[in-house]
């Protein structure tokens, strides 16, 4: 089964981080993710740049288009992963070990269902 683990944090906090402690999180989230890849279990993994570069889209009619992000949160979805799991408490795991790489923030983990694979190649 595959899952979307979708990672939130506060920016603002993330983008205080210095060069040195953004890499070492990115080197400790690179170890789990080597992990995964070797097992088979790794698909895409997105960083979402910050929402101050969001548009956002809402369908109205006529459709209006926004800068930003359209919902005023505490936290914001900073990235994702595509996991292959066995079930649930397997994907929980991942997330568990993601956690420990990135402390804070929260993890939100759902069932994917194919509409359209596409065919983009990043």
């Known amino acids: 089964m595959l899952y979307a683990i979708l990672c939130y944090h506060d920016e603002d906090m ?6 040195e402690h953004d890499a070492s999180v990115m080197q400790k989230l690179s170890a789990v993710q080597d992990k995964l890849a070797k ?18 889209l809402r369908k109205e009619n006529p459709p209006l288009v926004l800068d930003g992000p359209f919902a005023e949160t ?16 397997e994907v929980l795991d991942i997330a568990r ?26």
């Open 74 to 89: 505490k936290e914001q979805l900073l990235g994702f992963y595509l996991v292959e799991g066995k079930n649930l408490d």
């Open 14 to 19: 993330v983008g205080s981080w210095s060069k």
């Open 39 to 56: 097992q088979g279990k790794l698909g895409p993994v997105a960083r979402l740049l910050p929402t101050t570069a969001a548009t956002t």
């Open 97 to 122: 070990d993601l956690g420990e790489a990135n402390p804070g923030g929260t993890y939100e983990i759902r069932p994917v269902g194919y509409f359209n694979q596409g065919g983009t190649k990043a």
